[in-house]
């Protein structure tokens, strides 16, 4: 990932002006112990299996990622040209960490890994995803998960 300071000025102006969106609820609520989670991923690498279509304008859906995809069916088309994929082209775990949350089911840390895991585009106002993800706690409750990894990216 660039740096603030290693990006040109009008970036630097722009990203540093950008306003951070306040909520009116909280989100964070208690719930089962680790071990009884069934736990998906929402990552927001722009992330989508292969031969799926690319993330486009307007940036507000997002994608479904089964839990038995293999890494070289993931994509990426973050739109971000400031954002470094080495770490991604290396390990999917950096912005997909399946094999993580495989292995923490494999030791009874967590009850188990959700059917499908979801990525959205990760540069959009947080406002424009908001119907977008409540379909998605619809889904997600549906699958049993109790749970989420957020992944921003």
Request: net charge neutral; proline share 8%.
């Amino acid at each position: 990932m660039v740096r603030l300071e290693d990006m040109p000025e009008p970036a630097q102006k722009h990203l540093t002006s950008v306003e951070c969106p306040t909520f009116k609820t909280q989100p964070w609520v208690t719930g089962p112990l680790l071990k009884e989670r069934r736990v998906a991923i929402i990552s927001t690498a722009g992330l989508h299996l292969r031969g799926d279509r690319p993330f486009m304008p307007p940036y507000e859906d997002y994608r479904i990622i089964s839990g038995g995809t293999r890494a070289g069916n993931l994509v990426m088309t973050h739109l971000s040209t400031n954002f470094d994929r080495t770490g991604f082209q290396q390990d999917w775990n950096v912005v997909f960490p399946i094999d993580r949350l495989r292995d923490m089911a494999d030791q009874g840390l967590i009850e188990s890994v959700a059917s499908f895991h979801y990525s959205f585009m990760g540069a959009v106002y947080p406002d424009k995803l908001e119907p977008a993800v409540r379909q998605l706690a619809g889904v997600l409750k549906g699958d049993a998960v109790n749970a989420v990894l957020l992944v921003p990216v």
